[in-house]
């Protein structure tokens, strides 16, 4: 049973560019959440979503920023226009139930650079 | 936003010897975990606590619930120089509208000189 994948590992764009991260959850698993890192801090909560449905975005950046999960496919976090505070790493993490329920586990990340 | 206060921010230990790392909060939660993260890799849950005052082990790591609801302890024996990395906690709510967030702390740098 694989793990949660994320691709790509790594991600590189130039200012203004558009940066779309992928992330499949474990087999399985209908509930999808995003985090982003910054250089040394812990993770904030960005999305949540189940199939076809975003069920919180409270911790997203309004603009530039969103998020999807179809109904068949891998989430996907779509960041327009990206600026050099973009850069960190961004982590996806899924479950089988509403993660009050039971424990998400984490992909290996996508480490976005703005250059 | 909800804010943990992680301590330390960094240790360096030599090998064999026994590490402890808390985090406090203002507010209460519900569930806290602790999780280890290696450079370049995602984190990876060591330890899951679910009821106040719970005492939980894995291996040579123990972590503590405690008992006000509003901080955790996770020690780690006899360390060994895989044990490098970072170490997060992070508390869940399970009421309320968002009980499906985690709020991470800062983290812990470990550094194990063999």
């Known amino acids: 049973n694989a793990g949660v994948m994320q691709n790509p590992r790594h991600l590189v764009r130039r200012r203004g560019q558009e940066a779309r991260l992928r992330c499949s959850p474990m087999?399985?698993?209908?509930?999808v959440y995003w985090y982003r890192q910054l250089p040394e801090e812990g993770l904030k909560f960005m999305v949540y979503?189940?199939?076809?449905?975003?069920?919180?975005e409270s911790g997203m950046p309004k603009e530039r920023f969103s998020a999807e999960f179809p109904k068949e496919g891998p989430s996907i976090l779509r960041i327009q226009q990206v600026v050099r505070g973009d850069s960190a790493a961004y982590f996806c993490?899924?479950?089988?139930?509403?993660?009050?329920?039971?424990?998400?586990?984490f992909g290996q990340g996508t480490r976005l650079t703005v250059v | 936003g909800q804010q943990l206060n992680q301590s330390p921010q960094s240790m360096f230990i030599q090998e064999g010897e026994d590490v402890s790392m808390n985090c406090t909060s203002s507010?209460?939660?519900?569930?806290w975990l602790w999780y280890k993260q290696d450079p370049g890799e995602g984190p990876v849950l060591l330890i899951a606590?679910?009821?106040?005052?719970e005492l939980t082990s894995n291996g040579r790591l123990t972590a503590q619930f405690g008992i006000t609801r509003k901080d955790s302890f996770l020690n780690i024996s006899a360390s060994i120089p895989s044990d490098v990395g970072i170490y997060f906690c992070?508390?869940?709510?399970?009421?309320?509208?968002?009980?499906?967030?985690?709020?991470f702390g800062k983290g812990t740098l470990l550094t194990v000189n063999p």
């Open positions: 993490a899924s479950s089988p139930l509403p993660q009050a329920n039971t424990e998400a586990f």
């Open positions: 087999k399985g698993h209908s509930h």
């Open positions: 979503l189940q199939k076809e449905n975003i069920i919180d």
């Open positions: 507010s209460i939660f519900n569930t």
């Open positions: 606590l679910y009821k106040a005052g």
């Open positions: 992070a508390g869940q709510r399970s009421s309320g509208g968002s009980n499906y967030k985690l709020t």
